[in-house]
């Protein structure tokens, strides 16, 4: 094998002179471009709402854990929500841009290593001439034949200089934006959680409801009966009898819209769950059994690292810092360097034994010298880019701050209301016993009677309806705090 001493140490001497020269211009032309690290100067101290929760109530309230929907004591729920996590179709997309994030940040890590690529190569050739006068064939003419073969293998390997950190750059934002893939999917999967449970607490509510109108329509057919036994007795007038028949069939009509809001109800939550829509049931049907938890909110500034969509706008803010890291070097030579290796020979034999051998190395700078501007306004955007993130980051965060202000209010509020509309009823059925006692014994016309039905309907209805509101602000705490996530 032939070596080649003087021009390889001259040609790498050469290449080290010029990588030597451009790192020390480099280090001096290095972007000092500094992360902007967003901080909140205005962060309340306390919420607003301290979720006007009495003195045994705020002992008993529980932090945010990552499985908070087991705080509502539902095993039919935690079966719902372990089958939705598994089977959601959205879910399963954000796992699969995770996969496409991860894949582009090995690609973009790639640039910091060298390109080695490979040849081979054969080759046969044959001529054939005319007649010769040396050789005659038998039948009087002669020809002239000659062949070869030739083999090659090649060995070249390239790489470029990330001096101006480029390279480096791209890398650290293809990371940020994986990340910010996976915090999209905690985002996405606290939000599923969150309507699958909201889905379940409508479906009881609706079910009740529809119990609740039953039973007021048995009530209501039950004091009809009393209105037609005294019409036959000649006690109340027949305009009675019209009046307690139209309150049973305006009973009766509110029980198909209720069926309704129920099968449209099964149907949204079968479709969160991954599952055929027709058919799906749910076994529950009283909201009333469901838990209402207790929560603590803790502080306002431990909501920058409980809300996944927080540090999702954080990693994109991150990923465009290093955007104008990388734009900013675009500005900065291109350094490369090169080599090849080669082997040659007139045969396959000789390619193993005494080959033709070549060898090169080389350096290469480039710089852009005139290009209308590009490189700079490609800049100019990168710069903006990282303002808009960081105004949205500041949006972001103050819409998290009213989130959860704004969902202890409903909490309290809700609690409040429901224990005044349980007193309510109490003395709604109280009303309707004493008003059809006193329409038996002719005290009282059927006008009181059936003022007190409808109070009592109402107010039935408006109790398991203010149950369902109060869950579904617990359930907005629970999102708003960020579902008990910790960067899991």
Not at 132 to 141: E, K, L, P, Q
Not at 163 to 176: D, L, Y
Not at 402 to 424: G, I, P, T, Y
Request: proline share 3%.
């Amino acid at each position: 094998m032939k070596h080649y001493p003087d021009t390889f140490t001259s040609s790498l001497s050469l290449g080290l002179a010029i990588v030597l020269l451009l790192l020390l211009n480099g280090c001096a032309s290095q972007s000092t471009a500094k992360d902007s690290a967003f901080v909140v100067q205005d962060m309340p101290a306390q919420w607003s709402e301290r979720s006007a929760q009495s003195e045994q109530q705020a002992t008993t309230a529980s932090t945010v854990k990552a499985t908070w929907w087991q705080d509502f004591a539902s095993p039919e729920l935690d079966r719902l929500i372990a089958q939705g996590l598994q089977n959601n179709p959205d879910l399963g997309m954000a796992a699969e841009r995770i996969v496409q994030a991860e894949a582009q940040a090995r690609i973009a890590g790639a640039s910091l290593f060298p390109v080695l690529s490979g040849s081979a190569g054969a080759s046969h050739r044959e001529t054939r001439g005319g007649n010769s006068t040396n050789g005659i064939n038998a039948d009087g003419g002669g020809n002239n034949s000659s062949s070869s073969n030739s083999t090659s293998l090649g060995l070249s390997a390239s790489y470029e200089f990330d001096f101006w950190g480029k390279n480096a750059a791209g890398v650290r934002a293809a990371n940020s934006q994986q990340q910010a893939s996976q915090f999209d999917r905690d985002s996405l999967k606290l939000t599923l959680t969150a309507g699958i449970a909201t889905g379940y607490f409508q479906i009881l509510a609706v079910r009740e409801r529809l119990a609740v109108a039953q039973e007021n329509l048995t009530i209501a057919r039950r004091v009809l009966q009393v209105v037609e036994a005294r019409v036959r007795y000649g006690a109340a007038a027949q305009l009675d009898l019209t009046r307690q028949r139209a309150a049973v069939i305006s009973q009766e009509a509110a029980i198909p819209p209720l069926q309704l809001q129920e099968q449209q109800a099964l149907y949204a939550l079968a479709i969160l769950l991954g599952q055929v829509p027709p058919g799906f049931q749910v076994a529950g049907d009283k909201i009333q059994q469901i838990n209402v938890p207790t929560i603590a909110p803790g502080l306002p500034a431990s909501l920058l690292q409980r809300r996944p969509d927080l540090a999702s706008a954080e990693a994109q803010l991150a990923a465009a810092n290093a955007n104008i890291d990388a734009t900013r070097a675009a500005l900065f030579p291109s350094i490369s360097l090169s080599s090849s290796l080669g082997l040659a020979s007139d045969s396959l034999q000789g390619l193993v034994n005494a080959p033709l051998t070549t060898f090169n190395i080389a350096a290469g700078l480039t710089q852009v010298i005139f290009d209308g501007g590009r490189l700079r306004n490609q800049v100019s955007i990168a710069e903006s880019r990282q303002r808009e993130l960081l105004l949205a980051y500041r949006k972001a965060v103050l819409a998290a701050l009213a989130d959860v202000d704004s969902s202890l209010a409903a909490s309290s509020r809700s609690q409040a209301q429901e224990a005044l509309l349980q007193a309510s009823l109490q003395e709604s059925d109280q009303a309707l016993r004493l008003s059809e006692i006193r329409y038996r014994a002719g005290a009282d016309d059927l006008l009181v009677l059936l003022d007190a039905q409808r109070s009592r309907f109402q107010a039935q209805d408006q109790l398991t309806q203010s149950r369902l509101s109060r869950l579904q602000a617990q359930l907005g705490l629970y999102k708003a705090l960020g579902g008990g996530w910790l960067g899991q």
